[in-house]
């Protein structure tokens, strides 16, 4: 052993690698990994250990299995990356299965709460307006908040006027909003928290809601958005490009997105969660507030 070397005890090691000192008990059973000895039969764990200890490690916190892994050390990294692929692509379809479960959970759940609150059998069904050329767009139920998003030129826009037109008591609100009043994001949250407040029974589908307001307003209007939704609250419909007004992880069981793809695909209904069918697509049109500002700058000065 060289002096500069560090050998650790097994409680040492297994505090450094962020595991249990049964777990490398375990690595050793299997023969993935070879502790020293010291002259009293100690087992140690020198930089060599904890190299080959770390990777275990690493491979067991992404799911791979203890026999697996034993193939993918004897591995080379063209053999290894290919293993890997194969995993990723496990992966990915349990997430998907696990997505399309939480799906099903959800949309039961939205189910009892809509039946509570009086929304149940609200089925919303009508012809899509161009770029859609008349393809039938159906809703099951209106949850308490749905998110309309998209990339530029998708038709978001005229599928949210096209809501506002075929939900009964809808009330379309678009950005002329903001024209009565010195621009700001003070003045913009006023106008939104004031129209919601005293809505009354009337659904709002509301323009980029997030039009004039900077990352800690469209933070402090979410808060008062979500602290105002209940069980009976009236259904509201936010367009956005904004990842703080869309935060996927934050959203609640009665909460929806409806995505517009580039291609003038329909309109598709899309799940918050990691591997959902749509999400990545949602994900791409989002931006944090400074970006958005940017891109909305641009957008003037091509209307200009």
């Not at 939104?192 to 039009?211: H, P, S, Y």
Request: net charge neutral; with cysteine.
């Amino acid at each position: 052993m060289s002096e500069k070397e560090v050998f650790l005890s097994p409680a040492e090691a297994a505090q450094k690698l962020g595991v249990s000192v049964k777990a490398l008990r375990l690595y050793e059973s299997h023969g993935l990994l070879s502790p020293v000895r010291s002259e009293a039969g100690w087992r140690a764990y020198g930089p060599e250990q904890m190299e080959r200890a770390s990777a275990i490690a690493g491979l067991r916190s992404i799911g791979v299995g203890l026999k697996q892994i034993g193939v993918l050390l004897r591995s080379d990294k063209a053999g290894m990356a290919d293993a890997l692929g194969a995993h990723q692509g496990k992966l990915e379809r349990q997430a998907r299965r696990i997505g399309a479960s939480i799906g099903e959970v959800r949309a039961r759940r939205a189910a009892l709460v809509q039946d509570h609150a009086g929304r149940s059998g609200q089925t919303l069904r009508f012809a899509l307006p161009w770029p859609w050329d008349g393809e039938t767009f159906v809703l099951k139920h209106l949850p308490a908040l749905t998110f309309i998003t998209g990339p530029l030129g998708c038709g978001k826009t005229r599928l949210a006027q096209a809501l506002a037109e075929h939900i009964p008591g809808a009330a379309y609100i678009g950005l002329e909003r903001l024209d009565a009043a010195p621009a700001g994001s003070a003045h913009a949250l006023d106008v939104m928290i004031g129209a919601l407040d005293n809505r009354g029974d009337t659904i709002f589908v509301v323009d980029m809601v997030e039009e004039g307001m900077d990352e800690a307003t469209q933070i402090m209007f979410m808060e008062h958005v979500r602290a105002g939704l209940s069980e009976t609250s009236t259904p509201l419909f936010f367009m956005t490009r904004s990842s703080t007004i869309l935060e996927m992880t934050a959203m609640g069981a009665d909460e929806l997105i409806i995505h517009c793809p580039a291609n003038h695909s329909p309109p598709e209904l899309v799940l918050p969660f990691p591997g959902a069918p749509g999400r990545e697509a949602v994900a791409s049109c989002l931006a944090p507030p400074h970006v958005r500002a940017r891109t909305a700058g641009v957008v003037a000065a091509m209307a200009g």
